[in-house]
């Protein structure tokens, strides 16, 4: 049993951490009334913008030995939290500003955001006359998916806690951050009063419109972190199309789950990442093919019974906010 879970815990958790950076992105840009379903293409850009950058790099560098371990981090990172970022503004454009259908546009996001990256992922993969459709970066992985020096020294400690690339505690830090800002400071105040209240909201001098934009351009670039982490890390610095399944929708689902709180998102999305991946611990063989399909369902039903335990309960603290889904028509308060 204590064999089994050495060998579970870690996975399960590598599966969670980029389910945690979308949860932990979606919630804040929730909390501003921005129904945003375009995160699994944010996570695609995301991922496939640190790729290009990581591998311009790699190649202007000629060797893994010539390469800048600082360069190597900072530049798939900037190049991932910008795209992610345009992806926030045509977001806001299309929904604060003009007041497009927040659902349509989500979902149109999504589209164009996997398209994008299967597009410049299959050009980088003809760049390098690849045997398989894929582009490996191992060079640039191997500094995001170094674990901490004295992990080793820790037992079974450090291979539960320790044992993980800096990303990982990078989302659980801004996860804890999101949730202290979110409750305990006037700009959460701010925030959550225009995704419960915007006419509310406006008439006590708050913007609300910047407040979409910044807490939506926030949310988006660190979903789009859980990409770069799903590619770098998970990965291991490997590209390939369509590979993301379906994390995206795990981590819109996951915001549910936790009753958009992003400090409870850090436990639940390790939960999610050890469902996700249940199916391989249960019994397999010819005879049980056609139960995995089910197993991997698992994570949606317990969503489903969440949301309905809490709509049951009708606590005002544990329903979305007010306004969510819904543009904002100033000329109208």
């Not at 708050?206 to 670039?221: P, Q």
Request: charged content about 10%.
């Amino acid at each position: 049993m204590w064999s089994f879970l050495l060998a579970f815990i870690p996975r399960a958790i590598v599966q969670g951490i980029p389910l945690l950076y979308g949860s932990t992105g979606e919630i804040i840009t929730e909390k501003s009334g921005n129904l945003n379903l375009g995160i699994p293409g944010v996570m695609y850009v995301g991922g496939i913008c640190g790729v290009i950058g990581s591998f311009f790099y790699e190649r202007s560098a000629g060797d893994a030995a010539n390469m800048n371990g600082f360069l190597a981090i900072a530049i798939p990172m900037l190049c991932c939290l910008l795209g992610s970022l345009l992806m926030g503004l045509l977001y806001c454009f299309l929904t604060v500003t003009l007041r497009a259908n927040q659902n349509v546009t989500g979902l149109a996001m999504t589209t164009f955001g996997v398209g994008f990256g299967n597009f410049f992922g299959g050009s980088l993969i003809k760049l390098v006359n690849s045997d398989v459709p894929s582009i490996a970066l191992s060079a640039t992985s191997s500094y995001f998916s170094k674990s901490l020096p004295f992990a080793g020294k820790f037992g079974w400690f450090g291979k539960l806690f320790l044992s993980y690339g800096f990303l990982a505690y990078l989302a659980v830090i801004i996860a804890f951050a999101a949730s202290y800002v979110l409750s305990h400071t006037r700009t959460g105040l701010h925030l959550r009063a225009v995704g419960e209240g915007p006419n509310t909201a406006d008439a006590a001098g708050i913007n609300v419109s910047r407040y979409k934009y910044i807490a939506t351009c926030v949310g988006c670039m660190i979903a789009g972190l859980g990409g770069l982490y799903y590619v770098m890390d998970y990965a291991c610095g490997v590209w390939s199309n369509d590979a993301f399944g379906d994390r995206g929708w795990l981590a819109i689902a996951l915001v549910i789950f936790t009753i958009w709180r992003p400090n409870i998102s850090v436990f639940a999305s390790f939960l999610f990442g050890g469902l996700y991946i249940l199916y391989l611990y249960l019994p397999t063989g010819i005879e049980h093919m056609e139960y995995q399909e089910l197993y991997k369902m698992i994570p949606y039903v317990v969503t489903l019974l969440v949301l309905v335990i809490t709509s049951m309960r009708s606590k005002r603290e544990n329903q979305p906010p007010a306004s969510l889904g819904l543009a904002y028509f100033r000329e109208e308060r």
